[in-house]
Nanobody, 121 residues
């Protein structure tokens, strides 16, 4: 069974940096798309960054501060987060899919369990 496992979350002060990682287990194919979502308590889930056929897209709230990247050999996805703000505090989820149609609509099938990011002012 395919699993996505996130790591790298933690607590950091405003202006700090963190790098999240996501590893896929038990999957020998190639993802067509991968990404990161986040959800803060009482708020809607937000798509933060997406990687689809080498094209990256970001939510306006993180543009210029977050970078999504992939190490295909390691089947690992990263989210480098810099200049963190208290409003970035949330549970961050790694997502992935192999279906072109689902990738085009960002309706990901596979989700990780999440890693908590807390930014203090």
């Amino acid at each position: 069974q395919v699993q996505l496992v996130e790591s790298g979350g933690g607590s950091v002060q405003s202006g700090g940096s963190l790098r999240l990682s996501c590893e896929a287990s038990a999957y020998t194919g190639s993802w067509n798309c991968m990404g990161w979502f986040r959800q803060a308590p009482g708020k809607k889930r937000e798509g933060v960054a997406h990687l689809y056929r080498s094209t990256t897209t970001y939510a306006d709230s993180v543009k210029g501060r977050f970078t999504i990247s992939e190490d295909s050999a390691k089947k690992t996805l990263y989210l480098q987060m810099s200049s963190l703000k208290p409003e970035d505090t949330a549970m961050y989820y790694c997502v992935a899919d192999y279906s072109v149609s689902r990738c085009s609509t960002r309706e990901y099938t596979y989700w990780g369990q999440g890693t908590q990011v807390t930014v203090s002012s």
